[in-house]
C-alpha cells in the first residue's frame, strides 16, 4: 500500500508535483503503476560498473536524445497520465 498511501498523503497535503530518485525497485513502481508524467535518463557508455543495480527500462522510444559531454540524455513523456 505505500504508493496507495503517498498519494494520499501528498494530495491531502496539497503536494502536485515529485521529483522521484530512487532505485529500481521504488522507479519501477511508478513505472508499473503509470504514476510518472515524464522521465529523464541519463546514460555514459563510458561508465561501466560491475556491481550495482540495473535501472528500469521503458517499453516505449524516448521523445527526444541529446548529447551531452560523455552522456546521453533520453527525455520520455507519459502520454497517458
Known amino acids: 500500500n505505500f504508493?496507495?498511501?503517498?498519494?494520499?498523503a501528498l494530495y491531502e497535503n496539497q503536494i502536485q508535483s515529485v521529483l522521484v530518485?530512487?532505485?529500481r525497485t521504488i522507479l519501477?513502481?511508478?513505472i508499473?503503476?503509470?504514476?510518472?508524467d515524464e522521465c529523464f535518463v541519463i546514460?555514459?557508455?563510458d561508465l561501466i560498473l560491475k556491481n550495482g543495480t540495473q535501472a528500469p527500462s521503458f517499453e516505449s522510444n524516448a521523445d527526444s536524445i541529446e548529447n551531452f559531454r560523455?552522456?546521453?540524455v533520453e527525455y520520455f513523456k507519459n502520454n497517458d497520465f
Open 3 to 8: 504508493l496507495q498511501n503517498l498519494m494520499k
Open 21 to 23: 530518485e530512487g532505485g
Open 28 to 30: 519501477n513502481e511508478f
Open 32 to 36: 508499473t503503476h503509470e504514476i510518472w
Open 43 to 45: 546514460k555514459n557508455s
Open 70 to 72: 560523455n552522456c546521453t
